[in-house]
């Protein structure tokens, strides 16, 4: 079984899928306007314009999210694609987690954790990962929160994301 089909057949939640899907996708690009929508009105406080989040966009490009620097995953509910996450490699036994987002109306439903989840595997199953690394803001209480649930332990900054405030990571092992 590849990991794509594990992806698919392993839901957890009836109706929910997870697989990888291109990061230049039309589905992928609307998945991250609308998480980097949230992240610039959650950190300044106020809404922000589609000018502003394309400028966002450009300066935080996502195309390293694809094989073989990366990958990215999409999550869907009856089809409708509901969440994304971004695998990025750091070095040989190393990734990053990146562009996690659940969009609202599913969230607490259980997408989240069948995201990182996929994502854990495919870090292992196909690029041998060891290690996964993620960094976060103060205000993202509730990613802090869903990371440390699903056994990411807060580490010092491994990087130098001057928005972060947070970095976590997580031994990732062969099951059985």
């Known amino acids: 079984m590849t990991t794509d089909d594990a992806m698919t057949k392993d839901r957890g939640v009836a109706g929910w899928t997870v697989a990888r899907h291109p990061v ?35 300066e935080m490009p996502s195309d390293d999210l694809a094989p073989p ?11 409708v ?8 490699v750091l070095d040989a036994t190393t990734v990053e987690m990146s562009r ?4 609202p109306e599913v969230r607490g439903q259980g ?16 690029f041998g990962a060891a290690l996964i690394r993620l960094d976060t803001r103060k205000d993202l209480v509730e990613a802090r929160g869903l990371y440390a649930k699903h056994g990411y332990d ?11 405030d947070h970095w976590f990571e997580k031994k990732l092992g062969r099951p059985g």
Not at 26 to 50: H, V
Not at 154 to 164: D, M
């Open 24 to 58: 230049t996708a039309p589905e992928s690009d609307a998945l991250l306007r609308r998480y980097y929508t949230e992240l610039i009105a959650r950190y300044y406080d106020r809404p922000t314009t589609d000018e502003e989040v394309t400028a966002v966009m450009a």
């Open 69 to 79: 620097t990366g990958d990215f995953l999409v999550g869907r509910r009856a089809g």
């Open 81 to 88: 694609p509901v969440g994304c996450i971004g695998l990025r």
């Open 100 to 103: 996690m987002y659940v969009a």
């Open 111 to 126: 997408i989240a954790g069948l995201l990182i989840a996929a994502l854990e595997r495919v870090a292992v199953d196909d």
């Open 154 to 164: 807060e580490i010092a900054p491994y990087n130098g994301n001057a928005l972060a």
